[in-house]
């Protein structure tokens, strides 16, 4: 909000959102790439114990529910 001039700058519609988002963000991603950049993914670890590589587990799991539903 600071580099695109602050909250005064916004204006608002007679439903209280601000007019012009679209453009106004546009012109912040080019003029403020960084600001913008890509999300890291979401990753899940284990707070005890060493990391283990989990690349294949999803498979091993829907082996084993294939197999509890008998549907191997």
């Known amino acids: 909000m600071y580099k695109i001039g602050g909250v005064d700058a ?11 988002v679209d453009n106004i963000l546009n012109s912040a991603r080019e003029e403020y790439p960084s600001c913008f ?10 707070t005890d114990g060493p990391n283990q590589n989990v690349a294949n587990q999803k498979e091993q799991a829907n082996t084993a529910f294939r197999s509890l539903f008998g549907k191997e």
């Open 10 to 20: 916004l204006e608002l519609d007679d439903k209280g959102e601000i007019k012009n």
């Open 37 to 46: 950049g890509k999300a890291a993914p979401f990753v899940v670890s284990k």
